[in-house]
């Protein structure tokens, strides 16, 4: 596409420059997006932060861009940031949030080994940001370089990858020098280096609840490592048991769920998932295109009683965590760790339900004559101004099937492929949305059950619960030296 200018004016270096931004923007990729923390953890997410591979990090306004798409263009719009800014030379990889509050730090990785973070608080407050500008980061890490035999430096490696762990102040780095880098936050300084890998790392996903990380290379195997002795624990190979073998396997992506119990590899064209504390392979999958990323989309149940004798009649010898008892019973078994869903098991009227309960649900004013209103007889599921609450009439068959497995996980996965695929943990598919992207590397599911994914051309996909398509949208970039009109 043609831009107009005044010949009176004219720069060939600026033309010159808009040619290669035009070009580039077709073949921008978003690596990595990230939702924006939220007080609220189950209200609908508004800023998604992106990692792009021009080195910028953006973040968007999902509200902003939800009338994007009803002007009837059949191309992807270019939407505005609400700030933008040019986080690394080479594309950045990833985005993490460490911490979940408006105090936390927003972190960024990348192909020139930096490791960088800013104040997110700042940075929504900060107009020179928004505008493409340069807003100096308040934590810069970066990874060593090797001597040589004659002292010459090797190149910085990249960083593919990131966690944190808020509780021991460590933010993990995925190397191309087939390392991994443990960094304390506070003395910005390295803690132990995890080393055990013949390739370099793709990603790295904490396990904080047991003070692990796990890694997976390009060498074909995924690592456990104890984060207090900084030796592996234990290995894992996908393709040990695989039916249909890789030609030169390598572990893409991985991923936990919220009980840090289940672990999911993609590798190539197969996705296995594994039953951690059994240490054993559940399931292995073959997808019809290489996997680049995977996520699990588990939720946690508030199951509700009529009275707290029935609760512990249902889960005998469990210890239960109780939410209120005043006049039904809210509760969940102490080892379910998942996002919120509330499920009633017996039935019971909504127009039963305490103000409280409502109000506890998602601070929402819920008067009788509404409440009576969605009073149903056969429930399947209500929603309450933005929120959606599952009622269903369940037993304890809805938690674990015979097989001892959690019956309400389900694995997300993203590839070389315009498809969103969900399955089960048989390895069923479930579903397939088609997306924008013609090729996918993220995916990021959010507690309220919209999922972002995001990949070529710069394209961020929405999609809600329903699995319906909220908003679609292309990310703008940065370019140096290049009038704002031009962009």
Known sequence: MATAMDCRNWDEDIYRDSIIFERESQCRTVFRTAFAPNPDHNSYPDLIVAAISDGSIAAYSISSC???????????????????????????????????????????????GWIRGW????????????????????????????????????????????????????????????????????????????????DYLHCIVARNSHNQVITGSEDGTARIWDCRSGKCIQIIDPQKDQKLKELYPYVSCIALD?????????????????????????????????????????????????????????WPKKKLNLQWWNPTVGCWPEEINRDWVWVRLLGLPLNFWLQKIFEEIGKLKVDKEESKALQLKEPDEAAIGSKKIVLANLKLACLEDESGRDGDVEVLAVGVEPLLSRFDLNGDIMSQIPCAPQSLFSISAHPSGVTAVAGYGGIVDIVSQFGSHLCTFQCRGVQKGLPMQLI
């Not at 992807?76 to 509050?101: I, M, R, T």
């Open 66 to 112: 939800l009338g994007l798409n009803s002007a009837g263009n059949s191309l992807v719009p270019v939407a505005e940031p609400s700030w933008l800014v040019q986080g690394h030379d080479g594309p950045a990889y990833d985005v993490k949030f460490y911490g979940n509050h408006e105090d936390s730090l927003l972190l960024s990785c990348g192909d020139d």
């Open 119 to 198: 104040k997110w608080k700042e940075m929504l407050g900060s107009k020179e940001s928004a505008q493409g500008g340069v807003s100096k980061p308040v934590l810069d890490l970066v990874n060593p370089q090797k001597k040589g035999p004659w002292g010459a430096l090797s190149p910085i490696p990249e960083n593919n990858c990131m966690a944190v762990n808020t509780q021991t102040g460590s933010i993990f780095a995925a190397s191309g020098d087939s390392c991994a880098y443990c960094w304390d936050v506070e003395k910005n300084e390295i803690k132990m280096v995890l080393k055990g890998h013949s």
């Open 258 to 314: 919220a009980s840090e119990s289940w672990l999911a590899c993609g590798s190539g064209r197969s996705l296995s998932v594994w039953n951690l504390p059994a240490c054993e392979c559940v399931s292995g999958i073959t997808t019809s295109a290489a996997t680049q990323d995977v996520s699990f989309d588990d939720n946690q149940y508030l199951f509700e009683f009529p009275t707290r004798k029935v609760a512990e009649h249902t």
